[in-house]
């Protein structure tokens, strides 16, 4: 894959759905991903996980990300999947306590030879580009440690976030490990942390990193990949009616989620006047109607 500086939509769970995921590749993501998947419930073939894993031909280039420890897992998975997504990527960075518990995410941090094993292990079991993500240690030593990890599997590049575990979404993001990383690879670097703005891009850029990811700054607002291309911020009201096309593609494609558009909504109000007030009134919205009635206050 030629990622050279390429925006990539980061996999985020409970919101990288295809109607979110094709507003952000219409509003200038050029790569997208979906969600976390569970090799596990994958390779069992349970239902709402395979529909997780469904994807249409607008969003490529697309990435599938997954998680897991066990090797026969990942087998079963690729097997069902690799046909629909241009590559396979691999969490190793959720700090989320229900996937650490598992061994899997970042809790495989503290296990670099497995993290190779399952690299080389998918690598040899498919014929799409394999990626990793991962976040950053306490020094980064460490940080090129774990990404080596992935590069002496055969990783065709490699994803990280400039957090440790530790930090979880809070802090600061080191920018200096992601370029020590990415002095010390030979295989591409994706920088990820904090991207939400041409401001916070350009300090990204800063880590010579070949590519770049978006997550959070895109929850409630795909735009933001436009954003940070062009330097100017999208308006409340345009920000308002992307919620409506969100709404009706899922409705296009049979994946009406009212609370997921709620989720969606509740992180466009904030930073402008009587944001808390219509927050209020949104998440006490039950359907879409009443959903609507808030909506149209807002672009009176």
Known sequence: MNIKNKLFLAPMAGVNDIPFRLLCKKYGADVVMTEMISVNALSRNNQATLRLAE?????KPIGIQLFGTRLDAYKKSVELIENNFDFIDINFGCPATKV???????ALLKRPAKIKELVEFLVSNSKKPISGKIRTASNKEDSLKTAS????GGASFVIVHGRTTGQGYSGNVNYEHIKYIKENLQIPVVGNGDIKD?????KMKSTNADAF???RAAIGNPMVFTEVKKG????????IKVLYEYWDLSKKLNRQDFNKLKFLSLAVMKGFNQAARYREKL?????????????SLLQM
């Open 283 to 295: 998440s006490l919205a039950k359907n879409f109607d009443e959903w609507d009635k808030v909506m």
């Open 149 to 152: 990890m992935l590069e002496e």
């Open 198 to 202: 041409k401001v916070s891009l350009e």
């Open 55 to 59: 994807t249409v031909k607008e969003e």
């Open 213 to 215: 990811m978006i997550g």
């Open 100 to 106: 650490i518990k598992q061994g899997a995410g970042s």
């Open 232 to 239: 100017k911020e999208t308006s409340l009201d345009k920000k």
